[in-house]
């Protein structure tokens, strides 16, 4: 939770350029969040790879998943988590992101 915590401190609703892609970080208010790593599509466009749209429960810490999307995985992802191996699978993704958020932003 603290990896998030800095996440959720560091990055704004701007895309931010780091060695590898975009970061962005979109504060929807009511707790609710989305994580998104992109990179350049066509024409000037962003390509989701992944977002994670989710709510942190603040009396418990923890996390409600709401939106999964990766715009460049061959098929599309693009789903809202309804059962327990969507959660899980959303859940990885999910703490691999944090991570690579967090590690893009200390090595700047």
Do not use: W
């Amino acid at each position: 939770m603290k990896q998030l915590e800095f996440v959720l401190t560091h990055f704004s609703d701007s895309r931010e350029y780091l060695k590898d892609g975009y970061y962005r970080v979109q504060d929807f208010g009511d707790d609710v969040y989305e994580l998104e790593f992109s990179t350049a599509g066509y024409c000037g466009t962003f390509d989701s790879h992944p977002a994670i749209k989710f709510r942190i429960i603040p009396e418990t810490q923890t996390i409600t998943f709401l939106l999964y999307r990766d715009m460049v995985a061959r098929p599309i992802q693009f789903f809202k988590p309804e059962s327990e191996s969507d959660d899980a699978f959303v859940q990885e993704r999910f703490n691999q992101l944090v991570a690579k958020f967090y590690q893009a932003k200390q090595s700047t």
